[in-house]
């Protein structure tokens, strides 16, 4: 009986309305009720608790309760019945869907899943601590976001102290900003001869990569979700363009490239390129790994520099002085005068 009744009174015998209560209550105490007390709730004629008297149809009897329960309780069988039937089709459709695939290789390596969400920072950790142990050749690192914060570097100490105790060899890629990282030389001199270290204007997202078998990328711009790759084609793309990137790089103990143009630091360089490009200072400022305050002195000092009353003005200067052209590559590190190695060993 459930579900069927008027727009108005939209429920079944089981849950009647207040109006409906009321008078169906009514007719069972007395007998019947005029016609006209049900007039308000039609659903009690609707639902078969009330019918017309065959004596006289100006007045409803009500169905007897022990009738309506029993209309009820067989409603509700038939609904579980109902119920099961489709829970049972939809099990054998299952079966008969995962036969068909029972040939298909999954995809997942002979470590885990090929792609894998890390969901939260504990699982993170977890997740990170595992590829460690197992790590036994090689770690590359990419580290966006400038200067690295004490906090950050000490919380990964105890995974670099593990694997440069196996002889692990490591090589991290930072912004030119982390040079200024007093927590990053100080992390580099503990390393020793275990890690090398290199800079760029800009990075791509953070990367890390154990044994060119297991990779690890943010799956949100907060952090707090991270993508562990185990897929063979994708840990070969992501190594590959640490290798170019790697190549690109300067490395710690060489000074940057200068730029030619007197009054302009390298950095202010890479922000007239970027200016150029038509970016925003929030932009440039997150590429470049330093604050939007600190972005926005130096494009300051590159308009007196280049004696620009305006940004309008200062883009001319800038294509005037050729800043907006690709940045002079730095020479090989093999060659950097006065440099015995080309790294942070």
């Known amino acids: 009986m459930a579900g ?49 008297d065959p004596d006289d149809m100006d007045w409803l009897v009500p169905t007897s309760p022990q009738e309506v329960m029993t209309r009820l309780l067989r409603g509700m069988y038939d609904e579980v019945s109902e119920s099961q039937r489709r829970v049972g089709a939809a099990v054998e459709a299952f079966e008969w869907y995962a036969g068909l695939g029972r040939h298909v290789p999954p995809a997942v390596s002979a470590e885990g899943p090929a792609i894998r969400v890390l969901d939260g920072l504990a699982r993170i950790q977890a997740a990170m601590d595992e590829a460690t142990q197992a790590c036994t050749a090689e770690v590359l690192t990419v580290q966006p976001g400038g200067i690295r914060r004490e906090a950050e570097l000490s919380e990964g100490m105890h995974r670099a102290m593990a694997l440069r105790g196996r002889g692990v060899r490591m090589r991290d890629l930072y912004t030119h900003v982390a040079r200024h990282g007093h927590g990053l ?58 290798e170019r990137l790697w190549r690109l790089a300067i490395p710690l103990t060489a000074p940057l490239p200068d730029t030619g143009i007197e009054g302009i630091s390298h950095r202010e360089q890479s922000i007239a390129a970027l200016l150029a490009e038509g970016h925003q200072d929030a932009v440039i400022a997150e590429r470049l790994g330093i604050s939007v305050r600190t972005c926005r002195a130096h494009i300051a000092r590159l308009s007196e520099t280049l004696g620009a009353a305006s940004r309008t003005q200062l883009g001319v200067r ?3 002085t050729g800043l907006d052209g690709p940045r002079p590559r730095p020479a090989s590190p093999l060659t950097v005068p006065g440099q015995g190695s080309p790294s942070v060993r």
């Open 318 to 320: 800038i294509a005037q």
């Open 4 to 52: 069927h009744g008027t727009d108005g009174h939209p429920h079944g015998a089981d849950r009647l309305c207040g109006a409906g209560d009321r008078v169906y209550s009514r007719a069972v105490r007395r007998g019947r009720v005029p016609r006209r007390d049900a007039e308000p709730v039609p659903c009690l004629l609707e639902l078969a608790l009330l019918h017309p």
């Open 185 to 242: 030389l100080s992390y580099l001199e503990l390393m020793g001869d275990a890690v090398e270290a290199r800079t760029l204007d800009e990075v791509i997202e953070r990367l890390i990569l154990f044994d060119r078998t297991v990779a690890f990328i943010p799956a949100n711009s907060e952090r707090t979700m991270a993508l562990e790759l185990r897929h063979p084609a994708l840990v070969e793309y992501l190594g590959t363009v640490f």
